[in-house]
């Protein structure tokens, strides 16, 4: 079965740190395209940064850049959106994207709370 599992959320205090992780079951992660998005209550899913490569330094969102980064781990079969300086405004549920040429998958996403 083909799937991704995410993992890492949490609650964290304005300031704090968190890695997310995005295990691949059934498919090599390295042969897609890699994203992260997140969705707010009320809010619609945002695009917050993408990777291709594990040496690809990745695109992100204004909202995220120089904050979050994501990174590849080819031999763990996983990719890593590493969040740093988290702010209460980027909590929402946070999901990662395998896309591929034939079809995308997501992830089933983690809640990450931060509080003021």
């Known amino acids: 079965q083909v799937q991704l599992v995410e993992s890492g959320g949490g609650a964290v205090q304005a300031g704090g740190s968190l890695k997310l992780s995005c295990a691949g079951a059934g498919l090599r992660l390295a042969d897609y395209r890699m994203g992260w998005y997140r969705q707010a209550p009320g809010k619609e899913r945002e695009w917050i940064g993408g990777i291709r490569y594990s040496s690809d330094s990745g695109l992100y969102s204004d909202s995220v850049k120089g904050r979050f980064t994501i990174f590849m781990d080819n031999a763990k079969n996983t990719v890593y959106l590493q969040m740093t300086n988290l702010k209460p405004e980027d909590t929402a549920i946070y999901y990662c994207?395998?896309?591929?040429?034939?079809?995308?998958?997501w992830g089933q996403g983690t809640q990450v709370t931060v509080s003021s």
């Open positions: 994207t395998a896309a591929g040429s034939e079809r995308d998958y």
